[in-house]
């Protein structure tokens, strides 16, 4: 039975309670919160600040405000499928917030949620102590392209180049920097990792590439199986595209650059297929052994 048929609620009411029933709702439901946010109530004051066009973190200036009745019916609306479908709400509101910064996403790419962000605004100090001097970034497996905008905000001297192999994501990727008018400062390119790139050197090269093993991808909550495949799938042990990068980045990499590259949860299966490697493993809030830094002539 839909929400819209037995809601409780009344489009009179303050944008507070309609926060209060959505994350009633979402607990409700057997759902997994991963994509942005890791539990009810952040999702949906996400939901209410998409329909309201106001960054969530503002929320508490709107609480005794109300929804128009076009916007109440858009809120149960997005309720209704997250709860029933099991659409991650991201793809609902064609929006994610990341460190502050919002995207546009859809389902041809992979809704943004790197631990490389974390590091890259705490900062990866000492192993860059200037953020001016890195000139040349390279973002791998780009997505949403959400990485290398934030990139170039954090470094505002860099040229960046922005690759993926996927169409759909490249779009997606292009849609973001055209909404940040980055067009000058970030590329984008199709490639499938570094068969592309041009022998072109770089200070720093990040990648959040796809890293799922196999067992885990068939027990993945249903959520992300609205994300494409191809974001998510690493092989069998997970290490397969992460493998062509650690046998391949110091070609491309400057003199004592970096490559900063996401793992996920597969750290175990990381050791196993290198055990003779020793990156430095950097943590983020929630992570320790999620985000490896490798610096050429050191590693």
């Known amino acids: 039975m839909s929400i819209n048929n037995t ?6 009411k303050p944008i507070k309670e309609l926060i209060r029933y959505a994350t009633y709702c979402l607990d409700k439901e057997n759902l997994f919160f991963g994509h942005g946010n890791d539990n009810s109530l952040d999702e949906a004051i996400c939901i209410i600040s998409n329909i309201l066009g106001i960054n969530p973190d503002v929320i508490d200036k709107y609480l005794d405000s109300t929804l128009s009745s076009e916007d109440f019916h858009k809120f149960l609306n997005i309720l209704e499928r997250r709860t029933k479908l099991y659409i991650p709400t991201a793809y609902l509101t064609n929006e994610a917030w ?6 546009y996403i859809d389902e041809r790419a992979i809704i943004p949620r790197s631990f490389i962000s974390e590091i890259l605004i705490n900062g990866i100090y000492p192993w860059i102590k200037k953020t001016e001097n890195i000139k040349d970034i390279l973002d791998l497996c780009t997505g949403s392209a959400c ?19 996927s169409d759909d994501a490249l779009q997606i990727a292009k849609k973001n920097i055209d909404s940040y008018a980055l067009q000058d400062r970030i590329a984008i390119k199709k490639s499938n990792l570094f068969e592309k790139i041009n022998n072109k050197k770089y200070d720093l090269i990040i990648c959040n590439p796809p890293y799922v093993n196999k067992i885990s991808m068939e027990n993945l909550p249903k959520e992300y199986k609205h994300e494409p495949e191809i974001a998510l799938y690493g092989g069998s042990d997970g290490m397969d595209i992460i493998n062509t990068i650690i046998n391949t980045y110091n070609e ?11 793992i996920g949860n597969e750290y175990k299966n990381f050791k196993q297929r290198f055990p003779d490697l020793y990156p430095i493993w950097l943590t983020t809030a929630t992570t320790e052994n999620s985000v490896l830094l490798l ?3 050191i590693a």
């Not at 170039?152 to 993926?164: E, G, M």
């Open 7 to 12: 809601n409780p609620i009344s489009k009179s």
């Open 98 to 103: 990341l460190q502050g910064y919002n995207f």
């Open 147 to 165: 990485l290398a905008i934030i990139s170039s905000f954090i470094f505002p001297n860099a040229q960046i180049l922005a690759s993926d192999i």
């Open 252 to 262: 491309y990499l400057n003199d004592n650059g970096i490559l900063l590259l996401e």
């Open 295 to 297: 610096q050429k002539n």
